[in-house]
């Protein structure tokens, strides 16, 4: 089933938020209003937000036709840019149809090849950072990056105290999602608190953890006394909960 979005534009007007149904639409401007022809960079303009929409993108996506496009040579009042078949997945060639509606009338029907890119802030090491450091944004910098040709970097609103640096990285260097990971609240081959609930009964132990957990991980932790190993969630710093 192919998706539908229909994107209108008034030449005499920018492009308005999109409103409930999908559609983009903004009204004339009182008094009489002239026809005039749909130039390139409207046309890009409506795909760019049809497209941002559509995969939900964060960031600034830019649009470039690889290939030469004629516009409709009719005038209109108002044009609408339907997208009729979007790619699998948003990246930086992009293969659309689409349909040119002159006033409501069918003016034109296209193939286009699109080289895109779309910005983001990416976090970038001010100097050496070591292993098993905390995150600190405040020790970070910023670069503006493509992610579709950096997919792996890390985003600029990603990160906190609770993640900890799983490599040791040099100065400069354009961070990714390799590079971090959830600071853990058990580690293997400490004492742990078990906490054992069933309904209102709630029991307590001691238990070794056999693995490293972070918030709200499953790890596996052996019971002391039976010598039993049991699979717990971890809820705090050496607490982990058990359900029967």
Not at 27 to 46: E, H, K, N
Not at 77 to 100: D, I, K
Not at 122 to 137: C, K, M, N, Q
Not at 211 to 222: F, I
Request: aromatic share 6%.
């Amino acid at each position: 089933m192919r998706t539908l979005l229909s994107l209108s534009l008034f030449l005499t007007a920018g492009l308005a938020p999109a409103a409930p149904g999908g559609v983009t639409f903004v009204p004339a401007p009182a008094g009489i209003v002239s026809a005039a022809p749909l130039a390139q960079d409207q046309f890009l303009a409506a795909l760019n937000q049809d497209l941002s929409a559509h995969f939900n993108l964060t960031g600034e996506l830019t649009l470039e036709l690889i290939r030469p496009w004629t516009p409709p040579a009719q005038s209109a009042v108002s044009w609408s840019v339907v997208v009729t078949e979007y790619p699998s997945v948003a990246g930086s060639s992009m293969l659309v149809r689409c349909r040119v509606l002159a006033d409501g009338v069918v003016a034109a029907e296209s193939t286009l090849l699109l080289r895109a890119a779309l910005w983001r802030d990416a976090w970038v090491s001010r100097a050496p950072l070591s292993i098993g450091a905390t995150f600190d944004p405040s020790q970070l910098d910023t670069r503006r990056v493509d992610v579709f040709r950096e997919r792996d970097a890390l985003p600029a609103d990603v990160g906190d105290s609770s993640f900890i640096f799983t490599r040791a990285l040099t100065a400069s260097r354009l961070l990714s999602w390799r590079d971090i990971g959830r600071r853990p609240l058990v580690r293997k081959g400490e004492m742990v608190e078990v906490a054992a609930t069933e309904g209102t009964l709630l029991i307590t132990l001691k238990g070794l953890a056999m693995e490293n957990g972070a918030q709200g991980d499953t790890v596996t932790v052996r019971n002391l006394d039976s010598k039993r190993d049991i699979h717990a969630r971890v809820v705090a710093e050496n607490r982990v909960q058990v359900r029967f």
